[in-house]
C-alpha cells in the first residue's frame, strides 16, 4: 500500500478557457487542489461548474490554458504527447458514466484489454485478474459478455478494468449515474475498497449528494473555482452546503 500522505495530484492556479474575446468561456478559474495518496474525494457543482473539465486535466486528457498539474510529482506541461500517453497507461485508471465495454469480448477480457493495449501477456496479470474479479463480486461472469451482463455487473467490469493495472489514480466521471440506488452503492463501496486496499487515490465526479458522502473530502465548484470543501462529509451536510451555494449564486 502506498504511504498515503505524499500528494498524488496537484494543481496549481489551473485555467481552462475556450473560445476567445468577449465569446470566451473560463471553464476553469484559478484552481489550486492538492490530492493526497490513498484518498477518495468527490467533486461536486452545478452544471457546467467546471467538474469534468477538471477531471479530464487531472487525467491527462485535456490541457490547461495555463497552470500546471502534477502526477507523482511529473509535472504535465513538459511532457510530450506519447509521454502523457504512457503515463495514463501507466499511472492512472478511468471510470466512466458509460461503461464503453467491448461487445464481442468476455468479462475478463475487457477487464484485461488496457494491458493488451499495452502489449504485456496476459499471463502477467493473471493473479492481479482472479484478485480483481473476486473484488468486484465478478469471478462466476467472468467469461460472460457485456450484453449477458446487468448494468451494475458492466459498470463493475468497468472498474476492474480500471483496477488491473494497479494505477497509483483512478479518476471517475458519474460512475453512478445509470445506476440503481443500490447497485450504486456497491459500486461506491468498491472505490472506497479501492482506496483503503491498494492506496489508490479515487477522485470521483458526482452530482448526487449520497454518493459524494463516501468519500473523505468533497470538493465543490462553481464558475470554474473552488468555492468549499468538507472532510468526512454525511448526506446532510452536503445537501446544506448545496442549498447555501445555490442561493449565493
Known amino acids: 500500500m502506498k504511504n498515503g500522505k505524499d500528494a498524488a495530484v496537484e494543481t496549481v492556479d489551473l485555467r481552462k478557457v475556450h473560445g476567445d474575446g468577449s465569446t470566451a468561456v473560463r471553464a476553469l478559474d484559478g484552481v489550486s487542489l492538492s490530492f493526497p495518496e490513498g484518498e477518495f474525494a468527490a467533486i461536486m457543482g452545478q452544471s457546467g461548474s467546471g467538474k469534468s473539465t477538471l477531471l479530464h486535466i487531472l487525467g491527462a486528457l485535456d490541457k490547461p490554458s495555463s497552470g500546471r498539474v502534477s502526477v507523482g510529482g511529473t509535472e504535465l506541461s513538459g511532457l510530450s504527447d506519447k509521454k502523457l500517453t504512457l503515463l495514463r497507461r501507466e499511472k492512472m485508471g478511468f471510470v466512466f458514466q458509460f461503461f464503453n465495454l467491448i461487445p464481442t469480448l468476455s468479462a475478463e477480457e475487457n477487464v484485461l484489454l488496457p494491458a493488451l493495449i499495452s502489449g504485456e501477456k496476459v499471463g502477467k496479470h493473471a493473479e492481479r485478474l482472479a484478485e480483481i474479479l473476486d473484488?468486484?463480486?465478478?469471478?462466476e461472469r467472468r467469461t460472460h459478455r457485456p450484453d449477458e451482463l446487468s448494468g451494475g455487473e458492466q459498470q463493475r467490469v468497468a472498474i476492474a478494468r480500471a483496477l488491473i493495472r494497479n494505477p497509483d489514480i483512478v479518476l471517475a466521471d458519474e460512475p453512478t449515474g445509470n445506476?440503481?440506488?443500490k447497485t450504486g452503492a456497491g459500486v461506491?463501496?468498491?472505490?472506497r475498497e479501492s482506496a483503503v486496499r491498494y492506496g489508490q487515490t479515487i477522485i470521483m465526479v458526482t452530482h448526487d449528494p449520497r454518493a459524494a458522502a463516501t468519500a473523505d473530502r468533497v470538493i465543490f465548484l462553481a464558475d470554474g473555482r473552488v468555492v468549499?470543501?468538507?472532510?468526512?462529509?454525511?448526506h446532510d451536510e452536503i445537501l446544506e452546503r448545496i442549498k447555501t451555494l445555490e442561493s449565493a449564486g
Open 179 to 181: 445506476l440503481d440506488s
Open 135 to 139: 473484488l468486484v463480486g465478478l469471478s
Open 188 to 191: 461506491l463501496e468498491l472505490l
Open 228 to 234: 468549499d470543501e468538507t472532510h468526512a462529509p454525511d
